[in-house]
């Protein structure tokens, strides 16, 4: 008892010291966007300022937890490429903005080559990739490790271990979740990808920012007519997994063009 009364209080105190952190952070953001430049003000002792080309910007990512999802908020993030002399990318962050924010920020940020992309959490474009990706998730995540670890319990310790394979609807559960978010949009100009778990994330990004694409196949995805799609990019990677092989081949095909 004692224990769970201390972890609850570090955790309480972590989330207290977050909360604090971005109210020092972020007092009075203000966020502007002029010629191609984003440019954002904001702190409550220490005056905090961000720059960002929108010209530089490689990936944004829009995401909603369940704070957020309560607050009525969304957070934006624009990534830009690395340099040689940064280990990581540099971002652009917006920590709360309303609902339907990103439509018309993203569509300017991107210009013109955003326009009439629908970047609705629930959008209708969105295509959710194919139920198969649950198998083998499920099967080495849930099913091996509920088998293995309730055998081995069970036969050391009795009855007791089969208590292990409640693992395996709980990892069920998390992982239909995770597959009900996984979906991708592709226009003429952009794609679009929505992952997550208990937060959503939209993914954004140019077609034609793409440095390199791959179509993969693994044995299970060639025999069902499967692959993952993969794009590089000077931020980053964005992975779409279990597409149909024609529709992920003919995005490669389309993606390479517009790079062209």
């Not at 394979?165 to 559960?173: G, M, R």
Request: glycine letters at 6%; aromatic letters at 10%; a positive charge.
């Amino acid at each position: 008892t004692l224990l769970g009364t201390m972890v609850l209080i570090v955790i309480a105190l972590l989330v207290i010291g977050s909360i604090l952190a971005a109210f020092l952070r972020y007092h009075n953001f203000t966020l502007y966007l002029s010629n191609g430049r984003l440019r954002s003000v904001g702190g409550l002792f220490t005056r905090h300022e961000a720059t960002m080309e929108t010209g530089k910007v490689q990936v944004a990512r829009v995401s909603q937890g369940i704070v957020l999802r309560w607050a009525e908020r969304v957070r934006l993030v624009l990534k830009q490429a690395s340099s040689k002399t940064q280990k990581a990318s540099k971002s652009f962050s917006i920590p709360a903005a309303p609902p339907g924010f990103q439509q018309p920020f993203l569509a300017d940020v991107f210009a013109p080559e955003a326009d009439g992309l629908d970047l609705d959490f629930e959008s209708e474009s969105l295509e959710r990739v194919d139920i198969r990706y649950l198998r083998p998730r499920i099967l080495y995540g849930g099913v091996v490790p509920a088998l293995v670890s309730s055998a081995v319990v069970s036969f050391n310790a009795g009855p007791g271990g089969l208590v292990f394979l409640l693992w395996l609807p709980l990892w069920s559960v998390i992982q239909w979740r995770v597959w009900r978010r996984f979906a991708l949009c592709v226009s003429s100009e952009a794609l679009v990808r929505r992952k997550g778990f208990l937060a959503t994330h939209l993914d954004v990004f140019l077609l034609r920012k793409a440095q390199r694409v791959t179509v993969r196949q693994s044995p299970y995805q060639r025999r069902k007519g499967l692959a993952t799609l993969t794009f590089y990019l000077a931020s980053g990677t964005i992975r779409i997994p279990y597409i149909a092989a024609d529709k992920a081949e003919a995005v490669r095909d389309y993606v390479l063009y517009k790079v062209e």
